[in-house]
């Protein structure tokens, strides 16, 4: 079955950077598109990032652009967020979620990670 | 890009039917169909429940459904019972710099 297993949160210093693995496994990772989402502690979800299957598309949040880097290593299908600068605001549970492929659809979220915190505080 | 409005919270009886309601511009809901509705227990991971304004995957109850008119989506939940106490998200696909929005999220209580 399909399982996504998001890595690499905890706490960090105002400015410096971190950087989050999702570990894919249960389907064929490279030919589907995948986004990072996040939470902050008891408010809505944000959408944060999208890259293509093949890594050579990614699109930003106007609220990460600069700052945050989406990438992927379909040979370890394992999805990756390299967050730097890192604000207070960004404090949020991120989630890793694949775009379905079972629908013709897009921008369909058919599954999600369990979610790894990340604290920016000083 | 501003988040989509959800009311805060809706609330209804076991057996009874609710409507949430997510309003947004031409710029998303109203000018597409990659409308998609989310539901999220405490804890846990976000749930697809209607992709495409309307659509149910499998394995979703036939009480919930979706529509659209205008820039105003929403979904339906028919015979409330007590697991639909859930926070519920719509998202759109967007025009915008930020090329997707989810909404503010209603907090759905069963009396």
């Known amino acids: 079955q399909v399982h996504l297993v998001e890595s690499g949160g905890g706490v960090v210093q105002p400015g410096r950077s971190l950087r989050l693995s999702c570990a894919a496994s249960?389907?064929?990772?490279?030919?589907?598109?995948m986004h990072w989402v996040r939470q902050a502690p008891g408010k809505g979800l944000e959408w944060v990032a999208v890259i293509s299957s093949d890594g050579n598309i990614k699109h930003y949040a106007d609220s990460v652009k600069g700052r945050f880097t989406i990438s992927r290593d379909n040979s370890k299908s394992t999805l990756y967020l390299q967050m730097n600068s890192l604000r207070a605001e960004d404090t949020a549970v991120f989630y890793c979620?694949?775009?379905?492929?079972?629908?013709?659809?897009?921008?369909?979220?058919?599954?999600w990670g369990q979610g790894t915190l990340v604290t920016v505080s000083s | 890009q501003s988040a989509l409005t959800q009311p805060a919270s809706v609330s209804g009886s076991p057996g009874q039917s609710i409507t949430i309601s997510c309003t947004g511009t031409s710029s998303d809901v109203g000018g597409y169909n990659y409308v998609s509705w989310y539901q999220q227990y405490p804890g846990k991971a976000p749930k697809l429940m209607f992709y495409?304004?309307?659509h149910r995957p499998s394995g979703v109850s036939n009480r919930f459904s979706g529509s659209k008119s205008g820039n105003t989506a929403s979904l339906t939940i028919s015979g409330l019972q007590a697991d639909d106490e859930a926070d519920y998200y719509c998202g759109s696909y967007t025009s915008s710099s930020t090329p997707y929005v989810f909404g503010t999220g209603t907090k759905v209580t069963v009396l």
């Open positions: 979620a694949r775009e379905t492929r079972d629908y013709e659809t897009l921008w369909v979220f058919d599954y």
């Open positions: 249960g389907f064929t990772f490279n030919i589907y598109s």
């Open positions: 495409d304004v309307s």
